[in-house]
């Protein structure tokens, strides 16, 4: 339906309308509502299970329609109120049950009351009767009074005087009719003055000393005037406490029972003489995501009578006080997210009543709480997110009478086996011990958990194979270890969630997978499996909304089997040797968000057609045989949804038309925030959270993206042979971040419009054939801190900015006529001047050698010479005289050589006849 398009929708609401039929489960593409309205309508049907994915959906309200079958899990289902599901009485499961366990909770226990109650009754039974009476004497007049007036001879003939009284009768009837009717209408004031306050909806029960401790309380806390709730200045003496927000009191006697004042920011510590704890009838205590501060105070002990604590999303410190144990009656305690560095108390056995447990997200330390798990009523515990080490143990447990459903054990130290004892807890449905250093093979004695549906062991160090009893879990995930096989099964298999990723499974596709009915999410990403994957997949996709195949060794084609997966959402098979065509049964695909099939063989034309799907925000077709041009004239561009592109290094060609980009929408947006690319698979009563990850060249760097932020816009066109001008339509992709398009053919000059990318990182037009200036403008892109000109025709003066000045002086080679790069190339041109001096000193000192060398060198040539040619001249004077001549002689002695005397001495004692 159309609503499900609204994606940045935060707020709905429909309430006190007409409307009927289904609650569309479209409202789950709705992934920012944060408050959901709906109640008093006339819906029927179910409430869509995928609502449970939706985690920023903090208010609902499905109260007074029609609805029916099982609420949604998920904490924002079970941390409801009550009244959000009321006057719905086909509704149940068990996120209702905990919603509605306040209303269990708040009802007093027989024993505790009894006597006041009893007093109580008695007393109102006196009055009762005098309220009573009064009323029935003024009732009985009225009657006798309208029976005269309307039957005045049968009234007179049966208790009236004789017939010669009559005359004087009927004249004192009329008297004393007149009398009934001024009678009736002061009863007629009475009553209404007695019921009035009966029927009030705001009774006044509280009590003074309630009233006084809660005020006391609230002023211990300095609130803001300008963040303080509007509820907050209510609390005063002039109204019933047991009607303020927050509140609520014993329908008897005015005595404060429970107290919920979570998401208050109240942005301080609980002190031991606070005067919270003079509310000794407090059975619920609820300050959640407050802001507390400090340690828990010891005093917190005295309430007795409290059955459900809440103190999580806090920022407390320290230990859980010893005294917490005389809490004798605690049912629900939640210390989650909090600040805790301390032990748990060693012996919690002495909390008879515990169901839920949570100290999650927090920085407990020590061993494994082996107590704790001796208490029968326990049903919730999450231990997870903390620093416990050592072994699991389980000793004393209530075999087949434990209530344990939820075990979270998640992200600590624990190591050793999964021990074999856990088959105990025989009602366990969900049991997370993933992010751990857990050892061994999986136990068999799991099999024994046959209402275990949820199974997570990833991130730990387990190996072996991977028993087939396994197979009828719901959810599975086991990343991250080294499992290297499957053990056969025949039993039919209903896996919704199976993540088999960072293994060491090796072989062809599990074909047995294919045979999965319902599955949603699939991922064998980073094994060794090889072989094609099979057709037969297609039975399964009907279902799937995520498949990763990646960083296998997957060959062959990849099959055309995406007819039916209409409701698939991510498909990732890089890295592997797939080759052939691009499959074009994805046109069907219309849900997808993410396609990535980076790093193949895949030779085929662009597949325009991906442009119409509608939600496509991630295409990455990068390192593969693609071939041809990126634009069709006959085709309609689209991509409005795409915010991520990637088709480097194939072998496109072409021009791209100045329009090229101009339909590209969700580009063109400025958004802020850190929100990330996420997809929620529900699942039963809980939801797996899946980011969206990529490869990308950033900023000259192969970068990873583990999460990929919504904000994030990028376009890679590298490695191609794309010619051209760069289209001005980019100009238009205003929340653009990444733009590559190096390696290509584009010509002419570069667009001056770029500059009006603000919000662009990284700019890469190097080894193309641009000629012109770069545009000056790119100066004042602030955000810009790689750019990247080099191997072009580009000429002129390098553009002024902080951001320019701080790149290397590589990002402009090979543009003979750019200047203005003293500052960015410094280094090139200017040595260090210490290093310059030693040089310019070495040079000189080997040029006065060279002159010094030569005017010692010359004498001795010069005595060489004369020697040599006295030899020369006494072997071959005959020849010697024929050649140069007597005169020839004489004129080179007089004419051509001026010699020094001292060596014209020595010439002419060489050559004496000359």
Not at 200 to 220: G, K, V, Y
Not at 714 to 738: Q, T, V, Y
Not at 748 to 776: H, M, V, Y
Request: aromatic residues 10%; charged residues 15%.
């Amino acid at each position: 339906m159309s609503i499900g398009l609204l994606k940045e929708l935060h707020v709905l609401n429909f309430s006190s309308n007409a409307f009927s039929g289904h609650i569309p489960s479209s409202l789950a593409d709705l992934t920012a509502l944060e408050s959901l309205d709906v109640s008093q309508n006339k819906l029927s049907g179910g409430i869509p299970q995928e609502l449970g994915s939706l985690s920023y959906l903090s208010r609902m309200n499905f109260s007074h329609n029609h609805l029916a079958g099982l609420v949604p899990g998920g904490t924002q289902f079970r941390t409801q109120d009550c009244s959000s599901f009321e006057n719905n009485s086909g509704l149940f499961g068990p996120s209702l049950d905990e919603a509605c366990r306040v209303t269990n909770m708040s009802t007093p226990q027989r024993h505790e009351t009894l006597e006041p109650e009893e007093d109580h009754e008695e007393v109102l039974s006196w009055v009762a009767a005098a309220v009573g009476f009064v009323p029935g004497i003024f009732f009985g007049f009225t009657v006798g009074c309208i029976l005269v007036s309307y039957k005045p001879e049968w009234f007179i003939n049966i208790f009236g005087p004789s017939k010669r009284r009559r005359t004087s009768t009927r004249t004192d009837m009329m008297i004393l009719l007149s009398h009934c009717y001024c009678v009736s209408g002061f009863f007629v004031i009475y009553v209404s003055l007695l019921l009035h306050p009966l029927a009030s909806p705001t009774l006044h029960f509280c009590r003074h000393d309630q009233r006084d401790a809660l005020l006391d309380f609230i002023d211990e806390f300095p609130f803001d005037e300008s963040t303080t709730n509007t509820w907050v200045t209510s609390w005063n003496k002039s109204s019933d406490c047991c009607h303020w927000k927050g509140i609520t009191c014993d329908g008897n006697y005015g005595q404060v029972i429970s107290l919920e004042l979570n998401e208050t920011f109240l942005n301080s510590s609980l002190k031991s003489s606070s005067s919270l704890f003079r509310l000794q009838y407090l059975r619920r205590l609820n300050l959640s995501s407050c802001n507390l501060q400090g340690e828990i105070s010891s005093s917190l002990g005295n309430l007795s009578r409290l059955t459900s604590v809440d103190l999580s999303y806090n920022k407390l410190v320290g230990a859980i006080p010893v005294s917490l144990a005389k809490l004798t009656k605690l049912s629900y305690l939640s210390l989650n997210s909090n600040n805790f560095t301390s032990t748990l108390p060693s012996d919690m056995s002495g909390f008879h009543n515990l169901e839920h447990f949570d100290v999650s997200k927090n920085s407990f330390v020590g061993s494994f709480p082996r107590s704790l798990f001796s208490i029968p009523s326990l049903q919730y515990v999450s231990l997870g997110d903390n620093q416990f080490t050592g072994p699991v143990e389980f000793v004393n447990t209530f075999s087949s009478s434990s209530k344990l459903h939820f075990l979270g054990l998640s992200r600590n130290r624990f190591d050793g086996p999964i021990p074999e004892s856990i088959s105990k807890f025989l009602n366990l449905r969900q049991l997370y011990m993933s992010g751990n250093n857990i050892t061994g093979s999986i136990p068999k004695s799991i099999s024994k958990l046959v209402n275990l549906t949820d199974l997570h062991l990833s991130n730990n160090k387990l190996l072996g194979q991977v028993p087939s009893f396994l197979w009828r879990m719901a959810t599975m995930t086991l990343s991250h270890n080294h499992f290297s096989s499957f053990e056969n099964s025949s039993q039919e298999t209903q896996i919704q969630i199976l993540d088999l990723s960072y293994n060491s499974f090796q072989g062809p596709f599990p074909h047995w997978i294919c045979k999965v009915k319902g599955l949603r999410y699939l991922d064998l990403s980073n094994n060794l499996f090889n072989g094609s994957v099979p057709p037969c997949l297609s039975n399964s996709i009907v279902s799937l909304m995520e498949m990763n195949l990646r960083n296998n060794s997957f060959g062959g084609d990849l099959p055309d089997i995406f007819v039916d997966a209409t409701k698939l959402r991510s498909l990732d098979v890089s890295h592997n040797q797939l080759e052939g065509k691009f499959p074009n049964s994805l046109i069907n695909c219309k849900a997808l968000q993410l396609l990535n099939v980076e790093s193949n063989r895949i030779k085929d034309e662009f597949p325009y057609w991906l442009g119409s799907l509608p939600s496509l925000n991630v295409l990455i077709l990068r390192s593969n045989e693609f071939y041809g041009p990126l634009y069709h004239r006959h085709v309609s561009n689209g991509f409005q949804s795409l915010r991520v592109m990637d088709v480097s290094h194939n072998d496109f060609t072409g021009t791209l038309p100045p329009h090229y980009f101009a339909s590209w929408h969700v580009m063109t947006i400025l958004t802020e925030g850190n929100d990330y690319m996420v997809n929620f698979i529900k699942y039963y009563s809980s939801y797996l959270l899946i980011y969206r990850s990529m490869e990308m060249v950033n900023k000259g760097v192969e970068t990873r993206f583990e999460r990929i932020q919504k904000d994030f816009r990028a376009i890679d066109f590298s490695g191609n042979k794309i010619r051209g001008k760069i289209p001005e339509s980019l100009c238009f992709l205003k929340g653009l971040r990444l733009l590559n398009l190096s390696g290509n053919a584009f010509t002419s000059d570069i667009p001056r419009s770029l500059a009006n990318l603000t919000n662009l990182e990284a700019l890469d037009l190097s080894r193309n054939k641009l000629s012109g200036q770069i545009p000056q403008d790119f100066g004042k892109l602030s955000f810009l801190s790689y750019m990247n000109f080099s191997h072009n025709l580009l000429h002129g003066p390098v553009p002024r900015g902080t951001q320019i000045q701080r790149q290397e002086c590589s990002s402009f080679l090979d543009n003979p006529g750019l200047y203005g790069l003293e500052e960015i190339c410094q280094h090139t041109y200017t040595l260090n001047p210490t290093i310059q001096q030693v040089e310019e000193h070495s040079e000189t000192e080997e040029q006065m050698f060279s002159w010094l060398a030569a005017g010692i060198a010359y004498g001795p040539g010069v005595l060489c010479g004369l020697v040599i040619g006295h030899i020369f001249h006494s072997h071959n004077h005959a020849w010697f005289t024929k050649i140069f001549g007597r005169r020839k002689l004489k004129s080179l002695y007089k004419g051509s050589l001026s010699l020094p005397n001292n060596i014209s001495k020595v010439f002419s004692c060489v050559f004496p006849k000359l």
